[in-house]
């Protein structure tokens, strides 16, 4: 494996937790689609290699998901 697939396969790994985080925010109001994307992105923050950075892309996915105000 070369260096510039291992550095497109992290950065795809770290995006995982921030995309699966962004989606559970925008399931606000659907509790069950809410909780299984939510698990899954804490799910795959635990593959991300310092430990907690891929739960904090998660929590941060989220909470730019999360809508402010409905309208």
Not at 16 to 22: F, I, M, N
Not at 30 to 56: C, D
């Amino acid at each position: 494996m070369t260096a510039g697939t291992a550095f497109i396969l992290r950065l795809a790994l770290w995006l995982l937790p921030l995309l699966l985080g962004y989606l559970a925010g925008r399931s606000w109001g659907r509790p069950r689609v809410l909780g299984g994307l939510l698990a899954a992105a804490l799910v795959a923050g635990l593959l991300v290699k310092p430990f907690p950075l891929g739960w904090v892309l998660g929590a941060l996915g989220f909470a730019l998901g999360v809508p402010l105000k409905r309208g």
